[in-house]
């Protein structure tokens, strides 16, 4: 059995214990209210990542996976990669209108439609991954953002952690802020705009598309996840600098996306059985991650002498400085966008105070 089938097992074990109560004391009928609907689903999952590239897009794998253990084989999904189906930046709109059931991307890509739908994927400078699920699941973030996707008929769920990303892959050193003026990066959401602020060219590429566009001159730098993921797409064959820390993405979120009605005609068990797969895939990115960055950095450098650099302080003072502006006026003017906007500042502010004598500190001083 797989990873995806122990985990779904787990799950199950866990749901069923928590919820049913003890087998002999169900009847035949009870029995056959609790699962009355055996209604099989088919649904069709669409995504922004290339098929099965590693951690972004296994994840929707592993949870179509877990989905079909833990919901008896009800529901159905099948997984496709960008391009499969529709191109990766239409994964919102072709889910929204019911192409697809259910979407796996991350918020900022749709920030052209939405602009303040970038802070629940990440905020420059903003929170870590542990902020983010607590400011989502323990902090009214997910409320919010589900109101944010209801008129697109779409529901949306936390599906995936990267961890505080690298800065990004370049051919040329960084020593000082003049060294990004005109530079042509891939850099999305918030932290693109930021970029383009500090006096370069942020391009918006969907991940597919980064190798090629780098190897011919399109960009002369690209950001991606982090060393597992960059190893993956190559970018050490023909980016020489790798730079961190990723101050535009400390701890992105990537979404699943549901559509609505499709949601709706789920029976409750099926509709939690999504939610509660979605979770554990949410921790899961993070934790494999975590695990295999480190491996594949050390790799990086020593297999493959990819030159690691920090970018300079004042270097990331003034990009800090354009980040509070713009995540500010990305909070626009209307009544949504600002309760948003106070909700993710309030909270950050707390759990930044909380985390300096916490996380940081302990980090520090081990
Ligand atoms: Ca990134």
């Given at each position: ?7 779904a ?12 109560p ?29 098929k099965?590239?590693?951690?972004l897009g296994?994840?929707p794998?592993r ?6 253990t ?16 529709v ?17 796996h991307?991350?918020?900022y ?8 739908a970038a ?10 991954a ?20 209801e008129p ?5 769920m ?10 990004g892959?370049?051919?040329r ?19 693109g ?8 060219v ?11 566009a ?14 597992y993921?960059d ?26 996306i549901?559509n ?19 979770r554990?895939?949410n921790?899961?990115m993070?934790?494999?991650?975590t ?10 450098m ?7 650099r920090?970018?300079p302080?004042?270097v ?20 949504l ?14 759990v ?10 302990y980090?520090?001083a081990?």
């Amino acid at each position: 059995m797989g990873w995806g089938g122990r985990l779904a097992c787990a799950l199950t074990v866990l749901l069923v214990m928590a919820c049913a109560p003890p087998e002999q004391s169900v009847s035949g009928a009870e029995a056959g209210s609790a699962s009355a609907d055996e209604t099989v689903h088919h649904w069709k999952l669409i995504t922004t990542w290339p098929k099965n590239l590693p951690a972004l897009g296994t994840a929707p794998e592993r949870l179509a996976d877990m989905v079909d253990t833990m919901s008896r084989g009800r529901l159905k999904i099948k997984v496709y990669g960008a391009g499969e189906l529709v191109p990766a930046f239409e994964v919102f709109d072709a889910v929204s209108s019911g192409t697809a059931e259910m979407g796996h991307g991350a918020a900022y890509y749709w920030r052209g439609k939405i602009p303040i739908a970038a802070i629940f994927s990440t905020v420059p400078f903003g929170l870590t991954a542990q902020e983010m699920n607590a400011w989502l699941h323990h902090g009214g973030g997910m409320e919010l953002w589900r109101e944010l996707y209801e008129p697109f008929g779409l529901i949306p769920m936390a599906s995936g952690n990267t961890g505080v990303q690298m800065a990004g892959w370049f051919n040329r050193e960084i020593n000082s802020i003049d060294d990004i003026q005109g530079l042509k990066m891939r850099i999305p959401g918030l932290g693109g705009e930021v970029f383009q602020r500090a006096g370069g060219v942020a391009v918006a590429l969907p991940g597919g598309e980064i190798f090629t566009a780098l190897q011919t001159g399109i960009i002369d730098a690209t950001e991606w996840v982090g060393p597992y993921n960059d190893r993956a797409f190559g970018l050490h064959t023909i980016a020489k600098y790798y730079y961190y820390p990723g101050w535009h993405e400390p701890g992105a979120t990537l979404e699943a996306i549901v559509n609505t009605q499709a949601f709706e005609a789920l029976s409750p068990d099926l509709r939690r059985i999504l939610e509660v797969a979605s979770r554990a895939i949410n921790q899961d990115m993070l934790d494999e991650l975590t695990a295999k960055n480190s491996l594949a950095l050390k790799d990086l450098m020593e297999t493959h002498g990819v030159e690691l650099r920090r970018l300079p302080d004042d270097v990331i003072a003034r990009l800090k400085e354009i980040s509070r502006e713009v995540v500010a006026e990305a909070a626009g003017e209307d009544e949504l966008s600002q309760r948003i906007y106070r909700s993710f500042e309030a909270f950050r502010e707390n759990v930044v105070s909380y985390h300096e004598i916490s996380e940081k500190a302990y980090i520090n001083a081990r």
